[in-house]
């Protein structure tokens, strides 16, 4: 397998820094991967055991289905795929706002199912759960433009969500959990940052993904959850989006000669949108106790990048067939942050096989097909999607949810988190696995449940906040 992508890797390409034979790795001097055959930081991959090898054969031929939820996204369809060709069975619980197109290559695959509805419609949950063996929550709101919006409905996409397919998965007996995290928790800072390093988030969407982090790591033993804060994704996928940054930079030299660049000293961490499924599929291979309760950042140092590197590259990819210009403007995104993906390397021998070149050259290529309609189109991005179902929500829950003033801390459906959930809606899953809700104004246990994601002694009260 080829790791070199135009020779990142042995430091003569265009890797973090634009790398030269000595390589300044992705922040201040650090060392570069000098790429010796032996992994991203020169160091020999971990080595499997038997077991931990023969594990993922029997699953795949025994186990029920992987259930996918946000399956038909931009993530989820390659996740799917790849799933799909490792032998596992697939169960997708999708609102295809989409369509089925993005799923068409698969709905004649006697291992796939797909069920039709919401994270939040509770029936629909419990059918596309039944019989799971693993849970990947891709679904939600993504991307701070979208989720600015309406708060409201980004909590309820992105919190409460979580939480209702986290008490589904517990009361039905799934016990592996992939959840869909982003490394845009890490906000600003001004060192290279790793799963240990305090979060900063400085979004709601960023927010969000905190909170369901801390939700999910609350409480059971029995229940294996695993985070994955994802870099900045680009490349080519089934659902296409132009609204990352790197997708949009190509679209724009490809068709307009002109890429808009904001905030050209800002670092990020990118990965392949095929990377992060493989980074998915190989937790669910992994023993399930190298993973529980882990938080993995998912990408390569080598993607370590500013957002003008980055420019550069799309740049000199796409001048070969035309002339595109770099036009800088003012920039109100204050992220800052690059990220150690040692950890991924370390423990499950995880790291990107396809560089920020190849992703661009793929982009190019659907263009050059006619792959793609116009590129500012609203389907492709995730702001005029959400603008689009938010006055669905808005009326489906309107009787849920209230508006809080802001100085009213604990008021209805309000939280001392900041978390803003249905006005007095009580979930809980009883011992038959049925989910009961108890809509009214929320009790001294319900605020209480409220409380702060701080993990809590297991002989306290409930630690789900419901």
Known sequence: MNRNCGGNSN??????????????????????????????????????????????????????????????????????????????????????????????????????????????????????????????????????????????????????????????????????????????????????????????????????????????????????????????VFGHSRRPRFDLVANLFTAQAVNDGKITLMGPSQWRPFVHVRDLARAIVAVLDADPERVRGQVFNVGDRRLNMTIGQLARLVQESVSHTRRVEVVEMPSKDLRNYAVSFEKIRREIGFEAETLMETGIQEIIAEFDKGAYGHYRDAVYSNLATTKRVLPDFRRRTAHLYQPVAAAAGADRGHSRTGVWYPSGVGLSASGTGIFTFDVGAPDAATRARDVPPRRRSRSGPSSGRS
């Open 11 to 232: 430091g003569n390409g265009h890797g973090a820094t634009n790398g030269n034979g000595n390589g300044h790795g992705a922040l201040h001097g650090d060392s570069a991967p000098h790429g010796n055959g032996n992994g991203a930081n020169g160091r020999a991959h971990r080595k499997r055991g038997l077991m931990e090898a023969v594990r993922p054969l029997l699953l795949r031929r025994w186990a029920g289905p992987v259930l996918v939820v946000g399956g038909g996204g931009y993530i989820g369809t390659h996740v799917v795929e790849q799933l799909l060709a490792e032998g596992w069975r697939v169960r997708v619980l999708d609102r295809l706002l989409f369509g089925k197109a993005p799923l068409q290559d698969f709905l004649g695959n006697p291992r796939f199912e797909l069920v039709e509805g919401d994270a939040t419609d509770i029936l629909k949950l419990i059918e596309a759960m039944q019989g799971a063996s693993a849970v990947v929550h891709l679904a939600g709101l993504v991307g701070d433009p979208a989720c600015a919006v309406d708060e409201s409905f980004t909590r309820h996409a992105n919190v409460f969500a979580t939480r209702l397919v986290k008490k589904a998965a517990q009361s039905l007996g799934v016990r592996r959990f992939v959840f869909a995290s982003s490394c845009s928790v890490y906000g600003i800072n001004p060192a290279e940052v790793s799963e240990t390093s305090e979060v900063n988030p400085v979004s709601l969407y960023a927010r969000t993904k905190v909170e369901s982090e801390r939700e999910l790591l609350l409480d059971d033993e029995d229940f294996c959850v695993t985070t994955l804060r994802f870099a900045t």
